[in-house]
């Protein structure tokens, strides 16, 4: 396995900048996701890792070889696509094999790879089949067996399960999951499911518009989000206009809300002047029933529910704040009625804020 380090990448397709300076280091071993919109350039990234696109400007390293310049099949890297790709023709053992026949490795050690990557993934009384007799979670384990007998340096997987049913992806992802921790390989996966990037990297970088917003592991990103594209991105987060005044927050419908100790003490510390003005960052779970035993202090919030979404294990409460559309995330036996207000805790140590002119995060709750 190898490190791979990417040195001020930069492409562009005629006068089209697809990606701006990126730089990022992956360690041996590590697997990290690759997440943003659509058109944010991951998918780029991964094609310019494995030598499927030239690069304008930079330098990627695979282990401490630079590979500006060297061929793709000479890489020592292995990509799963967002289609199997798979032979139709072609038994499931003669599709795993392809690759190294191909390559001119001897029959015995391609028996051998087969096997034991066929023994990993579950396939091993599938090898005699045609794609046409899979399932589709069987032909990507498939696809993700071709990868894993080329016993590569680096895995690339590019949306490997966009093509799966929601039920199908959630049990892929654990096998990706089990399937990184067996081979312990360095993993470079790319997704625009916030979910699969939250619950499967050791580490996520969110992209936007070519340029890396944040690299961090799934929990720093979600509780302290660099900027206002990473909070809204990464979960749901509202976002409320205020303006600071030491310890006390002015929301521009004429409320105060009097900030907790460690956040006042957090905006004195970065400095943060007297009237300026705030995006505050909420999430649905940051309101909690108000006086609830066992519940922190947080801020009264009056809301009038408009809409109310049971799921079962928790209940999403629809209402307007600051004109606009604001969910709060409830436990599923508190009573609540459609137009009847309801006094809510806000947990303003929980919440992120941010300067509306940068976007970027003011403080590290």
């Not at 990290?32 to 304008?56: D, F, H, Y």
């Not at 993934?121 to 067996?145: M, N, W």
């Not at 928790?314 to 309801?342: K, M, R, Y």
């Amino acid at each position: 396995m190898a490190k791979v380090t990417l040195e001020h990448l930069y492409k562009a397709y005629d006068k089209t900048e697809v990606i701006r300076d990126l730089s990022l280091e992956i360690e041996d071993r590590e697997f990290v996701v690759l997440v943003g919109p659509s058109g944010c350039g991951k998918s780029t990234v991964l094609r310019l890792i494995a030598g499927l696109e030239s690069i304008n400007e930079g330098t990627i390293r695979i282990g401490e070889q630079v590979v500006n310049e060297v061929s793709p099949k000479d890489r020592d890297i292995a990509m799963v696509f967002q289609s199997y790709a798979l032979y139709p023709h072609m038994s499931v053992f003669d599709n795993m094999a392809f690759g190294l026949k191909m390559r001119k490795v001897p029959k015995a050690e391609i028996q051998k790879r087969v096997s034991q990557a066929a023994q990993i993934l579950d396939l091993a009384h599938l090898l005699d089949r045609k794609p046409k007799q899979l399932s589709g979670g069987q032909r990507q384990r498939v696809a993700l067996g071709r990868a894993i007998v080329r016993d590569p340096k680096v895995f690339l997987m590019d949306e490997p399960l966009s093509n799966l049913d929601a039920k199908l992806r959630v049990q892929m992802r654990t096998e990706i999951q089990k399937l990184h921790r067996n081979l312990n390989a360095t993993t470079i996966y790319v997704t625009h499911d916030q979910v699969e990037a939250m619950t499967m990297g050791d580490r996520i970088v969110i992209l936007n518009q070519g340029a890396i917003q944040q690299v961090g592991t799934p929990t720093t990103i979600y509780r302290h989000p660099a900027n206002m594209f990473v909070g809204a991105f990464i979960g749901s987060m509202y976002f409320l206009d205020a303006r600071y005044e030491p310890g006390i927050l002015h929301l521009n419908d004429g409320s105060q809300w009097l900030l907790p100790l460690k956040v006042y003490q957090a905006f004195e510390s970065a400095q943060i002047p007297s009237s300026q003005s705030i995006k505050v960052g909420i999430r649905p779970e940051h309101f909690l029933p108000h006086y609830a035993e066992g519940n922190p202090p947080g801020q009264p919030v009056t809301l009038t529910p408009e809409i109310i979404e049971s799921l079962g294990h928790e209940t999403w409460v629809h209402f307007n704040l600051q004109g606009q559309s604001v969910a709060a995330s409830l436990p599923p036996d508190l009573q609540i009625s459609e137009g009847q207000p309801i006094t809510l805790s806000l947990q303003l140590d929980k919440a992120s804020y941010f300067d509306p002119q940068t976007t970027l995060n003011l403080i590290n709750t």
